[in-house]
């Protein structure tokens, strides 16, 4: 009972910081709106130049198809040789296309032109999947036109996409963005319980009560954890109602998961607010981890893309693995037959975290 009214103080703490009540119950829904829409990998209206050297009939199809394809801006078409390379260079255009006739077959009206395709790599993600999209269109229209010249093609690929078959990226960074507004909120918030007691001067009366250390722990993490669980409510239903993104899976073995990886957050927020000093310490330290733990999870880039040296320190990190499981969840309806794996291991984490910081805990309470 007594640990009721600790949390109830925390609570109260909390609804008087109108700060954080806004950082808890307005921010979510805006920041996912707003990385919903800005964090993507798909592109489109991608600024291009055309020089059309040729003057066959295959060439004047292929722009005609470039220009209406939505993930390029075709700048202009140019009909001559032109000082392209130094509108690539600065920054004009991000891809040039350079359609000629193929040497000896000029004025040939129906052979296919020499293609030749100038990326701007700066950008190197946005590089590669312009040149993928730009083989593409040239590829269907080669096929379409031998089909339609009645040459068989002996082979082809019948593509089906699984899971998000419209490819579109909200749906595979939307419920990754939820588990990264849960790790930062938890993370933030119990980093700075403790001291901001301690800078209150309230946290001797706190210590001298007859509160055992375990409730005081308990009474510090679980309103947190329960304004979190609030945060991530809203955002899944953000991502549900707003992007339409589904959610195929139960939500008791997500509320399971998020249970386990909560008690994760919680317990290394408080050790953090236990070895610091001052509220910026703790902030300091709070966002060097959140940042860690976002880079390591797997959230932007593919976590087979990271050294295996380094690959061995992800399965470390508890967000690597809730990432996984709310992705299992949201875009496969898979269950805890299909990501058990990933949840002992993230019980395990949560184990050993929430064990180290009691210690801590309690070494801190005695002192």
Do not use: C
């Not at 902030?283 to 880079?295: C, G, K, N, P, V």
């Not at 932007?300 to 499981?325: G, K, Q, W």
């Not at 975290?353 to 005695?366: A, P």
């Amino acid at each position: 009972m007594r640990i009721l009214y600790l949390m109830k103080k925390e609570l109260i703490e909390v609804w008087r910081q109108k700060q954080i009540l806004v950082l808890i119950l307005i921010m979510p829904a805006i920041q996912v709106v707003l990385l919903g829409y800005v964090l993507t990998t798909e592109i489109r209206n991608v600024p291009v130049e055309i020089v059309n050297l040729s003057s066959g009939h295959p060439a004047a199809m292929i722009v005609n198809r470039v220009r209406a394809t939505p993930q390029f801006h075709v700048r202009r078409v140019l009909i001559h040789p032109d000082n392209y390379l130094e509108r690539l260079r600065q920054g004009d255009v991000k891809a040039i296309l350079l359609l000629r006739d193929p040497l000896g077959k000029s004025g040939n009206l129906l052979s296919y032109p020499e293609v030749q395709i100038l990326m701007d790599g700066i950008d190197s993600n946005t590089a590669l999947i312009a040149a993928g999209y730009f083989n593409g269109i040239l590829q269907n229209y080669v096929l379409s036109d031998l089909s339609r010249r009645g040459s068989a093609i002996p082979i082809s690929a019948h593509i089906l996409i699984r899971f998000n078959p419209d490819l579109r990226s909200i749906r595979y960074m939307g419920p990754g963005m939820v588990a990264i507004l849960l790790t930062t909120l938890t993370i933030f918030l119990t980093s700075i319980s403790l001291v901001r007691e301690r800078e209150q001067q309230t946290l001797d009366s706190l210590l001298i009560s007859p509160l055992h250390p375990l409730e005081i722990y308990l009474g510090k993490a679980l309103p947190i954890g329960l304004l979190a669980m609030v945060s991530m409510a809203i955002g899944i239903s953000v991502m549900v109602f707003w992007f339409d993104v589904p959610m195929r899976g139960n939500l008791l073995d997500l509320m399971l998961a998020v249970l386990v990886y909560e008690t994760a957050l919680m317990a290394y927020g408080l050790l953090i607010s236990t070895v610091t000093s001052t509220q910026q310490e703790a902030m300091f330290f709070a966002w060097f981890s959140m940042i860690t733990f976002l880079l390591l999870s797997g959230f932007m880039t593919p976590v087979e893309n990271i050294p295996p040296a380094i690959r061995l320190i992800t399965h470390l990190n508890p967000t690597f693995y809730m990432m996984i499981i709310i992705r299992e969840i949201f875009l496969k309806g898979n269950g805890l037959a299909f990501f058990w794996k990933e949840l002992l291991s993230l019980s395990a984490i949560t184990v050993v975290m929430t064990s180290v910081s009691l210690m801590n805990f309690r070494r801190f309470v005695s002192k």
